[in-house]
């Protein structure tokens, strides 16, 4: 599949449907905190399996239970609809 | 540490504080259900770091949103507090 | 995807591409011994991975070092080529 | 268990017993390389129950096949003895 590579005005759109997401040196991007390293772990496992199924992977880090996310798009040198989609399945498993 | 195993009036006493377990073949079990194998691996993540803090590992078994947890004590040939004990954490993950 | 059942002689000619895994109660099974519970659960959550990737899921049983795998297609009441493409998969995680 | 902050001349010592890391900015650091994302969250995910076990959990950085970790002690404001002791049970992970 060829991604192709959002405009700014698309990329402000798809922000609105990503609730806690923001742009960060060009990457989709935000900080998840739990309250200790189990829950964060936890939710590492759960979201290692929905990126390996997108085969989209994230940049992430995490420190205790804290997680912070970057993602982007390599194929296309900046972002895409991928992206977003895992955006929004990342925050489904927090966000309820 | 030596474990201590546990009486049947101590099981029954102890079974009051762990909603929804169960004793079987002389294991302390329960079932879990998750909406998906996301949702369940994510489960056994979580439980799989606790289990491995506390050094007692269970018997389990799952296929896609199902997960059977038996906790037993093979230190000595029963159930001990240390079963109750993961069976209380283990709870805890799912029922909040 | 419409999964086939295969055909006993079918079942014969996949099970020569892996070693180890034999037909039980009509899955294909295989037992896995790791040298604790580190790596026993080291191996499922790469197992997991791959899994969720096929959307071909395990059913699978650990105790501390052992992890035995149970596959079957149920969309087609038997054994299909899934379940050995995942079964070649798993034998490469440990097998090299 | 109070952890003491270890001198320069001690961590020296330390870091001969664990080939591969070093330290960069104040931290005992190592970078992994592993063939793909299946293969680097295998080794987290042993990682992490490690870092459980011990209550001693790293900063660490995935994208894809990279790991990097970073590890240091909280509580004495420095590197302890349980930094190296951790750094060496993951080198034993991949180094075999």
Redesign the interface.
């Known amino acids: 599949m060829t991604l192709r590579r959002l405009s700014e005005q698309e990329i402000q759109a798809e922000l609105d449907t990503v609730p806690g997401w923001k742009i960060a040196d060009g990457k989709l991007h935000r900080e998840f905190q739990f309250s200790d390293?189990?829950?964060a772990?936890?939710?590492?496992?759960?979201a290692?399996?929905?990126?390996?199924?997108m085969?989209h992977?994230?940049?992430?880090?995490?420190?205790?239970g804290t997680v912070r996310i970057d993602l982007t798009s390599h194929d296309c040198q900046g972002l895409s609809t991928r992206d977003f989609k895992l955006a929004r399945e990342l925050s489904a498993?927090v966000d309820g």
Request: charged share 15%; hydrophobic share 50%; net charge neutral.
């Open positions: 390293f189990v829950q772990f936890g939710f590492m496992s759960r290692a399996l929905l990126a390996e199924r085969n992977h994230p940049e992430w880090f995490n420190v205790y498993l």
